[in-house]
């Protein structure tokens, strides 16, 4: 395999299937599979996972939520998606456990990088969730955080589409994909890989991020032992 230690940042609208909300039983079930076969490869798995699915803080401002408490609900639709993804990575025959940056015994044990990195080498799933524990970040801020914090190899970033493309291909049909970026060029194209702060934090960091369709079964794997899959985003 290509990777020891990768981090996945997954959006909470995914789990919800085509509808985007909730939880969808089906597509769970696969992402955990999916993400135990890797785990059982030997490669060290961490996971964030955002709460689109339940509870977007920013949506709420103006209909009543101010920023900070909107936020921390998005905050707690995270732990949410976290233990429901955990339960599933478990039945898949994988441990796993909900890490959260602030503390929620007993739903999950509060996170330390180093009781997380330790629990990824001993073959668990460390899935961390609640975001940075702050307002005003989002969880691609999270993400980009905890990837730098475990000394992931990698930011695998899953999304509904194979990669980053010059304009939305699902808006636009001549859109075409790009196999690889610089972080100069997508920042100079405006490409809306991450928010600039996870941007900035990975590209201080030399943390090279690959965007890369989710749904489709297998591209874990191929992402794993080193193949073409996505848009890798890197200045190495």
Same mark, same amino acid.
């Given at each position: 395999m290509k990777?020891?230690?990768?981090?996945?940042?997954?959006?909470?609208?995914?789990?919800?299937?085509? *509808?985007?909300?909730?939880?969808?039983?089906?597509?769970?079930?696969?992402?955990?599979?999916?993400?135990?076969d890797l785990a059982r490869s030997g490669i060290q798995v961490a996971i964030v996972i955002g709460g689109g699915n339940i509870f977007r803080g920013l949506s709420g401002v103006g209909k009543g939520f101010d920023r900070v408490h909107g936020d921390q609900m998005g905050m707690l639709a995270t732990v949410i998606n976290s233990i429901a993804l955990s339960?599933?990575?478990?039945?898949?025959?994988v441990e796993a456990e909900v890490f959260t940056s602030t503390p929620m015994e007993p739903m999950a044990r509060y996170y330390e990088r180093d009781r997380a990195v330790a629990f990824m080498k001993n073959g668990g799933v460390a899935i961390i969730a609640g975001g940075t524990g702050n307002p005003f970040f989002t969880t691609d801020s999270a993400a980009a955080l905890r990837?730098?914090?475990?000394?992931a190899d990698v930011l695998l970033k899953g999304t509904r589409v194979d990669g980053v493309y010059t304009a939305d291909?699902?808006?636009?049909?001549t859109a075409t994909k790009y196999d690889r970026l610089t972080y100069g060029k997508a920042l100079a194209d405006q490409l809306k890989i991450?928010? +600039? *702060? +996870?941007?900035?934090?990975?590209?201080?960091n030399g943390m090279d991020i690959i965007v890369f369709d989710m749904n489709r079964?297998?591209?874990?794997?191929r992402l794993a032992k080193g193949e073409q899959v996505g848009t890798l985003v890197s200045d190495k």
């Open positions: 990777y020891e230690r990768i981090l996945l940042k997954l959006s909470g609208e995914s789990l919800g299937g085509g *509808t985007g909300r909730g939880i969808n039983e089906e597509v769970l079930a696969e992402y955990s599979q999916q993400i135990a339960m599933g990575i478990r039945s898949a025959g990837a730098c914090e475990i000394g291909p699902e808006k636009d049909p991450m928010d +600039a *702060t +996870a941007f900035a934090l990975c590209q201080e079964p297998g591209n874990l794997e």
